[in-house]
């Protein structure tokens, strides 16, 4: 049996109950596999009839009869050929028989029953049904077997199972939040972004609201790195084949990079010399002929930037750092908004020293993603170090090279102030790393900033630096991107802050409401006023009620509101509401509310909403 936590157990036992309500509604349903999850459970159906709601209404209501006859799971331990008879007697060979092969020589063959419900399956489980207190359908999704898109794709049921009907409710309630929350809503009402099909699944438009965001953290985390002596450079989209075949990445990792780009007039002559796509598959993974690659990462390009000058151990550290975009192929199950995409720019940077100054140097890394985190109000994070598994053959480099960079990573971790854990055989392949993993505010974690350092890369190009003796030295390499994805960061953002973003990122800072149409030449002077200040303004000059005006703020997520009136008017004031700084609200003439703005701008203060509607003008 594996080892499974209580609750594991608990949604382990429900997915199988799930597919026992599933075959007494659909007898003809064939089903692969239903594990449990860190959320919950699923089970992967095939079955001609699309399930909908109802289907799920209905299968919910089974479920709860089966849960109520209380039947016992029971293990049954057989050899390989009684198995193969036991699915062949309940008519589940379809996918049944290639988990069976999947079970390795020699490990104990086993099922469980619970009631008329038989499957193969290592458990463990609940005793009986009635242990299921808690539990609730959630969705009907597609998925590959196996997760490869050239199998067909079934029916996944997802559903979650608590200990008890208060952790369900409070599970069921961050999950109507992160509805609310959802990027993809949020980035479609404000005008965020926009992935359009005639572009390309997986491929962000940035629409000017999310332009602003981007911007804005890119001159953020720019600066810092102005500060701290980083040298800014720009790479092609685009490099030679052989480039990624001395970087280890071309065709090893082919599967998650876009085919190769073969330079024009190839493929003819291939043809007329009766090669076929297979020939040119392979010529192309050998170097026999050449070609291009859609960029998949930035170090190589950055390598050559280094390598392009000869460099003494005076000029090190040499730290280069670029926004720049890169192209990966994610399946299109997977693929989410802009948490999962296929074109992404990475705020990347690389850093080439001597082995001397690598903990210097990482702890300048993991400063500056504190950096980010802390100005975001992304308090909540934990530190996981990838170490390399020491039986595994995947690992590239000298062992006392690894040992120095590992032992390099656990100083520097030391030095934050938060917990961290270790995970042998989650290391790159060509050296141990450092991962962020954030927790929101409704309690999901995201994998954000990433610190990693490289023996290999150098090696590979051949990389060196004169030092004090006057020979030659290996540099060694950092990798670190404190945003990771902008694409993924900013998707993240926006459920973070459920689109209430601070002033200083919000895409429109401060809007002017004009009480009518009058007052919308001196709502403009205020504008050109602000403006002039480089903050971003708008008026709403239409011919509306004040109340549907302030309305319409709200549903922007507008941080910043001016009310003018006849009397504020008169008296060359405005009437300031906010919904993220209470304090600098009230009767204020249009120069003091600039200065008071500018410096909560400046001090990238984050949003304070207040409990009450803001106060309306006269």
């Known amino acids: 049996m594996k080892d499974m936590s209580p609750l594991e157990e608990l949604r382990h036992s429900c997915s199988h109950v799930l597919a026992t309500a ?21 089970y992967d159906i095939d079955l001609d009839k699309k399930l909908d709601a109802t289907d799920l209404e209905s299968i919910e209501a089974e479920m709860k009869i089966v849960i109520k006859e209380n039947q016992r799971f029971e293990r049954i331990e057989c050899s390989r050929e009684e198995a193969i008879a036991k699915i062949q007697a309940i008519g589940q060979e379809r996918y049944k028989l290639g988990r069976l092969n999947d079970i390795p020589e020699g490990e104990q063959v086993s099922f469980y029953q619970n009631g008329e419900f038989l499957d193969l399956c290592a458990g463990p489980h609940v005793n009986y049904t009635k242990k299921i ?10 998925a590959y077997h196996r997760g490869d898109e050239k199998n067909k794709q079934l029916q996944r049921i997802y559903g979650t199972a608590f200990p008890s009907k208060e952790e369900l409710a409070e599970y069921l309630e961050r999950l109507e939040q992160a509805k609310a929350r959802d990027h993809r809503k949020l980035g479609k009402e404000l005008k965020l972004f926009h992935i359009d099909e005639a572009v390309g699944a997986g491929m962000v438009l940035w629409t000017p ?4 965001i981007r911007q804005e953290l890119q001159n953020f985390i720019a600066e810092e790195l102005r500060m701290a002596d980083y040298d800014q450079v720009f790479t092609p989209h685009i490099g030679k084949l052989g480039l990624y075949r001395t970087s280890g990445h071309f065709p090893y990792y ?40 859609l960029k ?27 926004f720049g975009t890169v192209y990966r192929w994610e399946q299109s199950g997977e693929l989410n908004g802009m ?24 702890k300048g890394c993991l400063d500056l993603v504190k950096l980010v985190f802390n100005t975001l109000g992304m308090h909540d994070y934990r530190v996981r170090i990838g170490l390399r598994d020491p039986d595994s053959s995947k690992y590239v480099g000298d062992a006392g090279q690894w040992d120095k960079a590992e032992g390099a990573l656990r100083e520097a971790a030391k030095t934050l102030d938060v917990d961290f854990i270790e995970e042998p055989g989650e290391a790159a392949f060509y050296g141990p790393k450092i991962d962020f993993v954030v927790k929101d505010v409704i309690g999901r974690e ?5 610190v990693q350092v490289d023996y290999n890369l150098p090696e590979r190009f051949d990389l060196s ?85 302030i309305r319409k703020c709200h549903v922007d997520k507008v941080p910043h509101f001016l009310v003018l009136g006849r009397q504020e008017a008169e008296q060359g004031l405005v009437k300031v509401n906010s919904r993220t700084n209470p304090s600098i609200e009230g009767l204020k003439t249009p120069a003091e509310f600039m200065g008071e703005l500018l410096q909560h701008i400046a001090e990238k203060a984050l949003p304070e909403p207040k409990e009450s509607e803001p106060v309306k003008g006269g």
């Open 22 to 42: 599933v075959l007494r509604l659909f007898p003809e349903t064939q089903l692969d596999i239903g594990p449990p999850t860190d959320n919950g459970f699923y």
């Open 133 to 142: 207190k808690a539990f609730k359908l959630l969705s009907i999704a597609g």
């Open 209 to 212: 609201n999310g332009a602003v």
């Open 254 to 293: 082919k599967e998650s990079q876009f085919p190769p780009i073969v330079e024009p007039g190839t493929v003819d002559r291939l043809a007329l010399e009766g090669c076929s796509c297979g020939d040119l598959s392979n010529q192309l993974d050998s170097g026999e002929i050449d070609g291009y690659l």
């Open 296 to 322: 998949p990462m930035n170090c190589p390009m950055h390598i050559k930037i280094f390598d392009s000058q000869p460099h003494s151990y005076r000029d090190l550290p040499v730290r280069l750092a670029e």
């Open 339 to 362: 948490t999962r995409v296929r074109g992404f720019t990475q705020d990347d940077a690389h850093l080439f020293c001597t082995e001397d100054q690598i903990g210097q140097e990482i």
């Open 446 to 450: 995201w994998q954000l900033g990433t």
């Open 465 to 549: 630096y004169i030092g004090a003796d006057n020979e030659k030295h290996r540099p060694v390499m950092i990798h670190r991107a404190p945003f990771g994805s902008m694409e993924r960061f900013c998707g993240v953002l926006i459920e973070h802050f459920a689109g209430n973003f601070p002033t200083w990122l919000a895409p429109e800072q401060v809007r002017i409401l004009p009480m009518n149409d009058y007052l919308v030449p001196q709502a403009r002077e205020i504008e050109k006023l602000l403006k002039a200040a480089k903050i971003r303004v708008t008026v709403d000059a239409v011919a509306d009620k004040l109340g549907a005006k």
